[in-house]
């Protein structure tokens, strides 16, 4: 069964750190790229960041440029956010995505979600 | 940035009715365009990609259409599974940006 499994949420103070893991199963992970999306408490989802299947690419969403990095080690099928700085308006549920590749074409969109992981910021 | 902007914000309808949601955004995109279908406490679903693609195991009384700045998604006949939010996602440049989301509620 493909499956995402989030790990490492939970209360940090503003300014502080934390890191997301992602483990991921039932795939061949380094195939496929990889982003994490987050979601504020009642509001809609964002796009946080994404990396490639080789982890030699990242990208960024304004909004955590320069605060937030995204790595991934295929060797353990595992990704990550590392979360630097952060602030109230991080506090968010944050799920990690796979890539959709359809008979070997990259659509851009996501088909397999984690279910999530709870970020709260505050002192 | 490319903004996703999605119409109605709220969506009151009937099991059977015909639903369209509309997605536009402030440039073109070509068919870089997905639907979601999220439930309370769940994560999204992947009902459609790139703009008119069903995804596998999706039932075909959702579909897409669509291209450039304006896009639809229609549900032929809603069924009490359906009554949830749904986004559309865009990708362009290596940035993919959602709508603000459509909650569809019962009637």
């Known amino acids: 069964e493909v499956q995402l499994l989030e790990s490492g949420g939970g209360l940090v103070q503003p300014g502080g750190s934390l890191r997301l893991s992602c483990a991921a199963s039932g795939f061949t992970f380094s195939s496929y790229a990889m982003s994490w999306v987050r979601q504020a408490p009642g509001k809609g989802l964002e796009w946080v960041s994404a990396i490639s299947g080789s982890g030699g690419s990242t990208y960024y969403a304004d909004s955590v440029k320069g605060r937030f990095t995204i790595s991934r080690d295929n060797s353990k099928n595992t990704l990550y956010l590392q979360m630097n700085s952060l602030r109230a308006e991080d506090t968010a549920v944050y799920y990690c995505?796979?890539?959709?590749?359809?008979?070997?074409?990259?659509?851009?969109?996501?088909?397999?979600w984690g279910q999530g992981t709870m970020v709260t910021v505050s002192s | 940035d490319i903004q996703m902007t999605q119409s109605p914000s709220t969506l009151s309808a009937s099991v059977g009715d015909r639903v369209t949601i509309t997605c536009r955004a402030s440039?073109?995109?070509?068919?870089?365009l997905a639907w979601y279908q999220q439930k309370p406490g769940k994560a999204p679903k992947l009902l459609i990609y790139?703009?008119?693609s069903l995804e596998s195991g999706v039932p075909s009384r959702f579909s897409g259409s669509g291209s450039g700045t304006e896009f639809t998604l229609t549900i032929s006949s809603l069924q009490p599974d359906d009554f949830a939010t749904y986004y559309c996602q865009q990708y362009n440049s290596y940035t993919w940006t959602f709508g603000q989301g459509t909650k569809v509620e019962i009637k």
């Open positions: 995505a796979k890539g959709a590749t359809i008979f070997g074409v990259v659509t851009y969109a996501f088909d397999i």
């Open positions: 790139k703009a008119s």
């Open positions: 440039q073109s995109i070509s068919s870089w």
